[in-house]
């Protein structure tokens, strides 16, 4: 099949939403597929199979946008037509303006159409400082609905959480529960520790540094542990709060690591860790704690009511009361504090990760997309 995949933001592989496209273009072409890719980056013009639309100005916006390290896509009428020439289907990553722009186009040429939901009303609003604003965030999902999802043949949802929460806001869609999946490179590794974390005790955080991954209640939570005089907290990632971030961790006896890390250098660092803690309050899928899970960590999470992630909690111990660093605070001396468990605990994840496993995710991907443009040619 020509497969044309439309990404409103694509950049680096910095976010969950890049990362998710770029492993669903890569392994469809494994698969034998022609991917075309529609994308605002222009680092990729030339490349083949590669359509480069425009990046909206945004005037005094752009700064703030380009420090959240994206360039958002302007829609282009020529270069999506381009795209879609001869294609036998069209994927949308996001429900932004080049995302709507392609359904609109699609339907028009008749062509089958699947549409990723990456974003949770709360990562729009936050930016607008209306996270909370119950109505800020059902409009969203209003929006969303009417421009995109209610006119694509079939969703993909990377957890069942967001499939719930978007069909009780939005509207009922065709929908396909799918996790993005886990790379088979997050694994248990036979490695000697590393050096700089002699003696400490080591808690991974893998989240972008935004304001709705609430980085701060780790950083108030390992200061209140009685582990804090050992205690070393690595931040995985990249994001436009680094520099707040850095700032509130003063006063920890062991200054934390904040550094976006390669893959394989991540998985080192999960393998070099004794906990993993995803703080966040908001939260689709969270494949990066999947990934610490499957190196052998055992998580707490948080219970927030708007995060996936809490479904992964095998019990009330591996999750703590949202943004309270004082619960969190225990929860991790209650996991330094028993070895032995934690242990058991850790074969257990072991076990559960294994339905997040990354090829039988791509099939299924792979075969929403056959059966999408099977089922709409049937109907003509």
Same mark, same amino acid.
């Given at each position: 099949?020509?497969?044309?995949?439309?990404?409103?933001?694509?950049?680096?592989?910095?976010?969950?939403?890049?990362?998710?496209?770029?492993?669903?273009?890569?392994s469809?072409?494994?698969?034998?597929?022609?991917?075309?890719?529609?994308c605002?980056?222009?680092?990729?013009?030339?490349?083949?199979?590669?359509?480069?639309?425009?990046?909206?100005?945004?005037?005094?916006? *752009? $700064?703030? !946008?380009?420090?959240? /390290?994206?360039?958002?896509a302007?829609? =282009?009428?020529?270069? &999506?037509?381009? +795209?879609?020439?001869?294609?036998?289907?069209?994927h949308?990553?996001?429900?932004?303006?080049?995302?709507?722009?392609?359904v609109?186009?699609?339907?028009?040429?008749?062509?089958?159409?699947?549409?990723?939901?990456?974003?949770?009303?709360?990562?729009?609003?936050?930016h607008?400082?209306?996270?909370?604003?119950?109505?800020?965030?059902?409009?969203?999902?209003?929006?969303?609905?009417?421009?995109?999802?209610?006119?694509?043949?079939?969703?993909?949802?990377?957890?069942?959480?967001?499939?719930?929460?978007?069909?009780?806001?939005?509207?009922?869609?065709?929908?396909?529960?799918?996790?993005?999946g886990?790379?088979?490179?997050?694994?248990?590794?036979?490695?000697?520790?590393?050096?700089?974390?002699?003696? *400490? $005790?080591? !808690?991974?955080?893998? /989240?972008?540094?935004?304001?709705?991954? =609430?980085?701060?209640? &780790?950083?108030? +939570?390992a200061?209140?542990?009685?582990?804090?005089?050992?205690?070393?907290?690595?931040?995985?990632g990249?994001?436009?709060?680094?520099?707040?971030?850095?700032?509130?961790?003063?006063?920890?006896?062991?200054?934390?690591?904040?550094?976006?890390?390669?893959?394989?250098?991540?998985v080192?660092?999960?393998?070099?860790?004794?906990?993993?803690?995803?703080?966040?309050?908001?939260?689709?899928?969270?494949?990066?704690?999947?990934?610490?899970?499957?190196?052998?960590?055992?998580?707490?999470?948080?219970?927030?009511?708007r995060?996936?992630?809490?479904?992964?909690?095998?019990?009330?111990?591996?999750?703590?009361?949202?943004?309270?660093?004082?619960?969190?605070?225990?929860?991790?001396?209650?996991?330094l504090?028993?070895?032995k468990?934690?242990?058991?605990?850790?074969?257990?994840?072991?076990?559960?990760?294994?339905k997040?496993?990354?090829?039988?995710?791509?099939?299924?991907?792979?075969?929403?997309?056959?059966?999408?443009?099977?089922?709409?040619?049937?109907?003509?």
């Amino acid at each position: 099949m020509i497969i044309c995949v439309v990404c409103d933001v694509l950049g680096e592989a910095n976010n969950g939403t890049s990362i998710a496209a770029m492993n669903l273009i890569n392994s469809l072409r494994e698969k034998g597929h022609t991917v075309r890719v529609v994308c605002p980056d222009s680092e990729h013009k030339g490349k083949p199979d590669y359509y480069i639309v425009p990046s909206l100005g945004l005037g005094p916006l *752009k $700064k703030y !946008v380009q420090k959240n /390290g994206v360039v958002i896509a302007k829609p =282009s009428k020529r270069i &999506l037509k381009e +795209a879609f020439d001869g294609a036998d289907h069209i994927h949308i990553m996001m429900p932004f303006m080049l995302g709507c722009a392609a359904v609109k186009m699609a339907k028009k040429q008749g062509l089958s159409v699947t549409a990723g939901f990456h974003c949770q009303a709360e990562n729009f609003t936050s930016h607008i400082f209306m996270k909370n604003n119950k109505l800020a965030n059902y409009l969203t999902y209003k929006v969303f609905y009417h421009f995109c999802y209610k006119n694509v043949d079939a969703v993909h949802y990377p957890s069942q959480f967001i499939h719930d929460v978007f069909e009780h806001y939005g509207g009922k869609t065709n929908g396909w529960v799918i996790s993005n999946g886990v790379n088979k490179q997050f694994r248990p590794l036979n490695i000697d520790r590393q050096k700089e974390f002699t003696g *400490k $005790k080591v !808690v991974l955080f893998t /989240g972008r540094y935004s304001k709705e991954k =609430s980085h701060t209640v &780790l950083i108030d +939570a390992a200061k209140k542990s009685k582990y804090a005089d050992n205690i070393m907290l690595i931040f995985a990632g990249e994001g436009p709060l680094k520099a707040k971030l850095i700032k509130r961790s003063k006063g920890l006896a062991n200054p934390p690591i904040f550094k976006f890390f390669s893959r394989e250098e991540l998985v080192r660092i999960i393998n070099n860790a004794d906990l993993y803690v995803h703080p966040a309050e908001i939260e689709i899928e969270a494949i990066a704690c999947l990934e610490a899970i499957s190196c052998g960590l055992v998580p707490v999470i948080s219970d927030s009511p708007r995060s996936a992630t809490r479904y992964f909690a095998k019990d009330e111990k591996n999750l703590f009361p949202c943004n309270d660093s004082t619960e969190l605070a225990n929860r991790i001396d209650y996991w330094l504090d028993h070895p032995k468990e934690k242990e058991l605990r850790r074969q257990e994840y072991l076990d559960y990760t294994k339905k997040f496993d990354f090829d039988e995710c791509m099939n299924k991907m792979e075969e929403m997309i056959i059966k999408t443009n099977a089922d709409k040619k049937a109907v003509g």
